[in-house]
């Protein structure tokens, strides 16, 4: 069964300063990665996808198939980018079988 | 314009009691879905129905039963409610592209909380 992991449940950085949000995964297979983003009073919704290769708001995530771990990187952190990020796997790729990490709550401080 | 809809957003019970949330998408997607949010904000799938086809059940109690008249709506119907079941449920709806495929993004409501006392 696959897993994921965001160890850190809170995430305090000040603003300029660079962010990294942890996710690491269990999955015998080859899986897709995502991250959603959850802003204060907005609904749930995807960031990026591992399969992508993209940058969304200066966000971006490497999959590391030896460390199983996805994290998300922003180089200089904004106050607009605090919220809650959920790390999911696919098995297949497919929303069907979306696995959600437990979330990390990023918060950005002046 | 909303995509995915759920009603209501707020929800009060007495325990035992039975409750309804509504969720449709005007999206046109084949797939709709429960999640579960609990106190400490962990997302878990309950259901998933795709052109109005169970296709996803998690271990989920049978007091709770979903439903979808039409692949633009997925009810869910909560009996004998208990102090547990106390959390905010996100409808979501995803586009299928061939082969059982889809392309991995979700689409959620906005949530509807369900406060058990």
């Known amino acids: 069964a696959q897993r994921v992991t965001q160890p850190e449940k809170l995430l305090s950085v000040f603003k300029g300063a660079p962010v990294e949000l942890k996710c690491n995964y269990s999955?015998?297979?080859?899986?897709?990665l995502f991250w959603y983003v959850q802003y204060s009073r907005q609904r749930l919704q995807l960031l990026l996808r591992?399969?992508s290769r993209e940058s969304i708001k200066g966000f971006t995530a490497d999959l590391n198939k030896g460390e199983t771990s996805f994290h998300l990187k922003k180089p200089f952190a904004q106050e607009e980018d605090s919220a809650m990020y959920y790390c999911a796997l696919s098995p297949t790729g497919t929303a069907s079988k979306l696995t959600f990490g437990t979330g990390t709550r990023l918060q950005v401080t002046l | 314009d909303t995509a995915v809809s759920q009603t209501p957003k707020y929800l009060v019970t007495q325990m035992g009691n039975d409750k309804s949330i509504k969720c449709e998408q005007n999206l046109g997607h084949d797939t709709m879905y429960w999640y579960k949010q609990d106190s400490k904000k962990f997302l878990k799938i309950m259901f998933s129905y795709n052109n109005k086809e169970l296709i996803i059940n998690e271990t989920v109690p049978n007091r709770f039963s979903p439903k979808s008249p039409d692949k633009a709506h997925l009810n869910l119907h909560i009996n004998s409610l208990e102090l547990g079941d106390s959390a905010v449920y996100f409808c979501?709806?995803?586009?299928?592209?061939?082969?059982?495929?889809?392309?991995?993004?979700?689409?959620f409501g906005e949530g509807s909380r369900l406060t058990v006392l």
């Open positions: 979501a709806s995803s586009q299928d592209i061939g082969g059982g495929k889809n392309t991995g993004e979700l689409f």
């Open positions: 999955y015998s297979g080859s899986p897709e």
């Open positions: 591992h399969i």
